[in-house]
């Protein structure tokens, strides 16, 4: 056996022919040392990844419907917005203002500092860029959808304005008001089930802005 790794094994493995020896016992005690090893790896990097990157949750009720149905299994994103801020269009999920147990999903409408104006149907966005409004188009609605009931908010520069896709049937910022990023639990990132829908999701890209 070469010298230079003979003097990092234990003793006890190096016989006078300079040559590897275990005994059944040690071999199992072995083992078991790696497996356990292995397993506290495994089991930190799980904690790491389930509590500080990503969390799985499931759709519950048809505020994102046609795009999200009931029961469908989702990842979350969790870091993504520890490194840049949410953009417009994507899909998030976050605790409800007025009961932290809750989580609602919704996609960003109104980004901060923006004005939202929800009327005759439209939804129109006025910022820096369009101090006389533009009206949103929503490529991902189905055609004919109209946005009801009429309302307006001003954003802070911490407030999102977010508001589910199935229009009719979603209880979202116009009821309940613009969100603070501190209740964002995380980006959706990955629809996992069924099966036949997985997907990556991202912003929309064909916003009229």
Request: net charge positive; aromatic share 18%.
């Amino acid at each position: 056996m070469n010298t230079f790794f003979k003097k990092f094994l234990p003793k006890k493995w190096v016989e006078e022919k300079n040559e590897i020896t275990l005994t059944p016992q040690s071999g199992v005690k072995l083992f078991l040392i790696e497996f356990f090893k292995l397993a506290i790896f495994a089991i930190i990097t799980i904690f790491l990844v389930r509590y500080f990157l990503f969390k799985p949750f499931y759709v519950r009720g048809a505020s994102m419907e046609p795009n999200f149905f009931d029961k469908e299994y989702l990842i979350i994103d969790e870091i993504t917005y520890r490194l840049r801020a949410p953009e417009r269009g994507e899909i998030i999920v976050f605790h409800y203002p007025k009961n932290e147990s809750e989580y609602f999903i919704k996609r960003i409408i109104g980004l901060p500092g923006e004005k939202v104006k929800v009327q005759d149907g439209n939804v129109i966005i006025y910022n820096q860029e369009n101090p006389e409004g533009l009206v949103l188009q929503e490529s991902y609605l189905p055609a004919g959808l109209k946005n009801q009931p009429n309302v307006t908010h001003n954003l802070s520069s911490a407030q999102y304005f977010v508001m589910g896709d199935n229009r009719n049937n979603s209880f979202d910022s116009r009821f309940f008001g613009p969100i603070d990023q501190k209740e964002f639990v995380g980006r959706v990132w990955l629809r996992g089930w069924p099966f036949y829908r997985v997907k990556l999701f991202s912003a929309p890209v064909n916003y009229n802005f």
